[in-house]
């Protein structure tokens, strides 16, 4: 592992003896508290009520901190890599915070762009650099289960709506859903994530440099697409392969994207015409089963991953999601079950794809700048973010102009859907080991290289 005098001291080396299990805990504290974004939606009718918005302008405070997700992970990936995973949790946990201070200010005085200010671009600033900051050091602990590692930590981010939810409509509750009432709550939300995140800057330690890590067994026989050799983030942009798996994860979140984000509406609309239509009740049960998914996706398939490979385990993603949008284009109304479940395995699918892809990146180009790396591929994320909704609500529109109903409305954004995702299967065949050119020089003696593989072998 490299590490500048200047990470070292920001952050903490693990003494002797120290147990590589405490360090999931600590990123999993951050990625449950960010992840309080995906239950935004649970302020948008207090806002729109208390400050006379519409759900367009409600909608902006998410929207931008989905974009500043995107853009600080990007930007500010190598600054986690050079300064280490305690100033980046740190970081994280005084803007995530801050913004909600300066969102609780805006609702109290009744200024709507001090949300947006302090909701989406201070807070969102700390969820994309807390999104990142545990990656690389997770990866470092767990050479032999990256996968499972960062599945932990990322199944927090999918999972912290199943606690923010509940807990901001008490809140709410109790307090009011006046402007004042909204403000106490952002004041709550804002003073307890400080605490919780904090636990995890506290309890966050990076392994002492060239120690082997207790209890970790990497195979010793070498394994295809994963590399010995050292990738900067800067050589990672130019390389095929980086953008292979931009093109994968940007299709793979699009298809799941596209159903989460209008899953009540959705569910609602296809069985409209039935005798048996869907309750508001039981629509937001299939929101809450689909949350669900999403967070056993994130551990389970990237765990999978450590035991099949990225690639394989890409594969099924990308085959099989386009075989469940199949399913349920054909299948219109005629079967509620095979549609919920159908877009459960959609849901696990995109969770899973968020939680291996870091494992996918490390086993190409090593290591070295694996967070910065990551950061840079989630410019994949905003861009799916904008494009999934677009597809699915852009369609169901336009049908719904043209007097369709029921499943006419999505039958052909599903199809589209699956268009993406066979292109998403074509990108991740065309994955290949990184080309030598790109490697770090060797450093200390050290010997860099890939494994020998078939040029088209699969991990």
């Not at 671009?121 to 990656?135: A, H, R, T, W």
């Not at 399913?327 to 159908?342: E, M, W, Y």
């Amino acid at each position: 592992m490299r590490a500048s005098g200047r990470s070292r001291t920001r952050t903490v080396v693990a003494p002797p003896g120290w147990s590589r299990w405490l360090v999931p805990p600590a990123a999993l504290s951050i990625h449950l508290a960010i992840g309080q974004a995906y239950a935004w939606s649970v302020f948008k009718p207090p806002l729109e009520s208390a400050l006379g918005l519409s759900g367009t302008a409600s909608a902006l405070p998410f929207q931008l901190a989905i974009v500043m997700l995107g853009l600080s992970a990007a930007f500010g990936g190598t600054l986690v890599e050079r300064n280490g995973p305690r100033w980046a949790m740190a970081v994280s946990a005084v803007c995530f915070s801050a913004g909600f201070l300066v969102a609780a200010l805006g609702a109290a005085t009744r200024q709507y762009w001090l949300v947006v200010l302090g909701y989406g671009l201070i807070g969102g600033i700390g969820l994309g650099i807390g999104y990142i900051s545990p990656v690389s050091t997770l990866i470092k602990w767990f050479p032999d289960r990256p996968g499972t590692a960062t599945g932990i930590a990322i199944m927090g981010f999918g999972g912290g709506a199943l606690i923010a939810s509940p807990w901001s409509a008490w809140l709410l509750g109790a307090l009011g859903t006046g402007p004042a009432g909204i403000a106490r709550t952002f004041l709550v939300m804002g003073l307890a994530y400080a605490v919780f995140m904090t636990l995890g800057v506290l309890l966050v330690r990076v392994p002492p440099t060239g120690a082997d890590i207790p209890d970790a067994k990497v195979p010793a026989v070498a394994r295809p697409l994963v590399t010995t050799a050292q990738v900067s983030a800067r050589n990672a942009l130019r390389t095929p392969q980086f953008w292979c798996l931009w093109v994968v994860l940007c299709t793979n979140v699009t298809a799941g994207i596209g159903i989460l984000e209008k899953a009540a509406p959705m569910v609602t609309d296809f069985f409209a015409r039935g005798a048996a239509p869907v309750s508001a009740s039981a629509a937001a049960g299939f929101v809450g089963l689909l949350s669900l998914a999403n967070m056993l996706g994130r551990i389970v398939w990237s765990a999978t991953s450590d035991l099949a490979g990225r690639k394989r385990v890409y594969r099924l993603y990308l085959g099989v999601g386009a075989l469940m949008y199949l399913l349920i284009a054909l299948a219109g109304d005629a079967s509620k079950p095979l549609f919920i479940g159908c877009a459960a395995v959609l849901l696990s699918f995109y969770g899973g794809g968020f939680a291996t892809v870091p494992a996918y990146l490390k086993d190409l180009f090593g290591t070295y700048q694996v967070g910065a790396i990551h950061g840079r591929l989630l410019t994949a994320w905003s861009t799916a973010g904008v494009l999934g909704p677009l597809i699915v609500n852009a369609v169901a529109d336009a049908r719904r102009s043209a007097g369709h109903t029921g499943p006419e409305l999505y039958t052909t954004s599903f199809f589209v859907m699956i268009g993406l995702l066979v292109v998403g299967f074509a990108a991740n065949e065309l994955v290949r080991p990184v080309h030598p050119r790109h490697h770090e020089p060797p450093t200390d003696g050290a010997r860099t290289g890939s494994p020998a593989a078939p040029e088209g072998a699969a991990s």
